[in-house]
């Protein structure tokens, strides 16, 4: 089993709609929570990040953590084309590297 | 700008020949990374240094080298020993490798090299 499992997609969505997209794990150890996007043939670059539990906003995105779960969440809301591209979740405890789930693939179509 | 530079962006290579691709930042981070990325399997660590001259073997080391002779490059040497080097290749920075900060990675915008 995988330390982090991520729902490959590709999730196709119109303009307008609510996306959630998930990462579950498996070490409860894990403090920190990231989600990264990524544009195509591009480097990732961070857009979220939690520590421990809870939720975190940032305009149209939020980030969830439920560590009774051991499940992340993004949502974005009002998804725009732009926002078309590939989303990886990652995670690390305190001591030691980020561990990177496989990506989604969003599609948002006008 | 601050930011990480990778070259080059597209490579070809031949089976058989050993081939370099360059990483270089100027965010004065102390840790750096090589990370392959294949369709479907994520993000996967080749290696990382934490400082100069200084460096550890990933989850899939086997195939590559690397050197950390300055702050600012970390060049990743793909050689004839890798079996499948076709990929999309990323290095990444951070401040810090560990500990109490976010651990939040840089990355450049990758090298994709092609075995032909």
């Known amino acids: 089993q995988k330390e982090v499992e991520q729902d490959p997609g590709p999730l196709s969505v119109p303009e307008g709609a609510i996306v959630s997209l998930n990462c579950t794990y498996s070490?409860?150890?894990?403090?920190?929570f990231m989600w990264y996007r990524q544009y195509s043939r591009k480097g990732p670059e961070l857009l979220m990040y939690t520590y421990s539990s809870g939720n975190k906003e940032d305009g149209r995105f939020t980030a969830q953590v439920d560590k009774s779960s051991k499940y992340i969440s993004l949502f974005i809301r009002d998804s725009q084309p732009s926002d078309s591209a590939t989303y990886l979740c990652a995670m690390r405890y305190v001591t030691d590297k980020l561990i990177f789930g496989t990506g989604t693939r969003l599609q948002v179509f006008p | 700008d601050g930011g990480i530079t990778q070259s080059p962006k597209y490579l070809f290579r031949k089976e058989g020949q050993n081939v370099t691709l360059s990483c270089e930042q100027n965010?004065?981070?102390?840790?750096m990374y090589w990370y392959r990325q294949d369709p479907g399997q994520g993000l996967r660590l080749i290696y990382y240094?934490?400082?100069?001259?200084?460096?550890q073997k990933g989850d899939i080391a086997e195939g590559y080298s690397v050197s950390r002779e300055k702050k600012e490059s970390f060049p990743l040497t793909v050689t004839s020993a890798q079996k499948n080097p076709t990929a999309f290749y990323l290095c990444?920075?951070?401040?810090?490798?560990?500990?109490?900060?976010?651990?939040?990675?840089?990355f450049g915008e990758g090298s994709r090299l092609t075995v032909l």
């Open positions: 070490n409860s150890a894990f403090q920190y």
């Open positions: 240094s934490q400082i100069v001259n200084d460096f």
């Open positions: 990444a920075s951070s401040m810090s490798s560990g500990g109490a900060d976010t651990g939040e990675l840089f």
């Open positions: 965010l004065n981070h102390d840790a």
